[in-house]
């Protein structure tokens, strides 16, 4: 599957994706994984920086919020007609493109840093994007993202509950298999049953790869890594979003930090 098509399917998610998500029934991203990947950013106060993926721009404004100066892109002109339509809004001085990642529409070293939230993992040919980046970012720059967690994000995963609807395991298969485009249908499982039926299912490309490939994929980009993590919520969050107790048993997401050296030649 080519970048053309991702493309095709994520506008076709991105109508109901912004409803939904807006409606706050992105319950992992707005209990879990925002917090923890904003929690993990160095500062950005006054500095230049990109979001790859931005979708609808709901993490984009966040980062804006911080004092970043905020250029960001997606694949979907849908995602971005309603990023844009929240800037005008509320303006935070961000610049939001319909553009590729394989093909950064930007001057080599014009950033300070760079993010991705969640969107690396859909992106065929990854190691493109990383390499784009790293060609964009300043030296000493660094990029932050955020991904399906490799040992989760698997052909074949089951979530083990007991009696009270509690997990307490995850029964995972097929870590070592190379998923290339292969399309997942779901939706927002916090999402009323009533609401669910009225909207059509994400239509999501998988690219999967094993920890170690993401490892050796920015290694060979020439990339430093810094700092990794694997939100797991406090019992304090799963009291006040019982929804994202199964994160606990199971990491869902991986956050890493890589930094391009400073002495870099390009």
């Not at 984009?60 to 971005?80: C, H, K, M, N, Y």
């Not at 490309?205 to 890594?225: C, D, H, K, M, Q």
């Not at 869902?252 to 870099?264: E, G, I």
């Amino acid at each position: 599957m080519d970048e053309r098509e991702v493309g095709r399917l994520w506008d076709a998610n991105a109508e109901t994706w912004t409803r939904l998500a807006r409606a706050g029934y992105d319950v992992y991203r707005d209990a879990l994984n925002t917090p923890a990947f904003l929690a993990m950013l160095p500062e950005v106060g006054g500095l230049r920086g990109l979001d790859v993926g931005c979708g609808e721009g709901h993490n984009t404004r966040l980062v804006a919020r911080r004092g970043a100066r905020l250029s960001a892109i997606d694949i979907s002109e849908t995602f971005i007609r309603h990023a844009r339509e929240a800037e005008e809004r509320d303006p935070l001085g961000i610049d939001y493109r319909v553009a590729s990642a394989l093909r950064l529409p930007f001057a080599d070293a014009e950033f300070d840093f760079v993010t991705a939230f969640m969107s690396l993992m859909d992106m065929p040919r990854v190691e493109t994007a990383v390499a784009e980046v790293r060609r964009i970012l300043k030296p000493g720059g660094f990029f932050q993202f955020s991904i399906t967690h490799p040992g989760l994000d698997t052909p074949h995963h089951k979530n083990l509950r007991d009696a009270a609807g509690r997990t307490y395991a995850y029964e995972v298969g097929g870590y070592f298999d190379r998923l290339d485009g292969q399309i997942a249908e779901w939706t927002f499982s916090a999402a009323p049953e009533e609401v669910r039926r009225a909207v059509p299912k994400f239509r999501v490309p998988r690219f999967s790869r094993t920890v170690s490939e993401w490892i050796n994929l920015l290694v060979a980009a020439g990339l430093v890594i810094e700092r990794a993590e694997e939100p797991c919520p406090t019992d304090a969050v799963v009291a006040e979003c019982a929804k994202v107790q199964d994160a606990q048993i199971m990491p869902y997401f991986l956050h890493v930090r890589v930094r391009k050296p400073a002495r870099s030649a390009a």
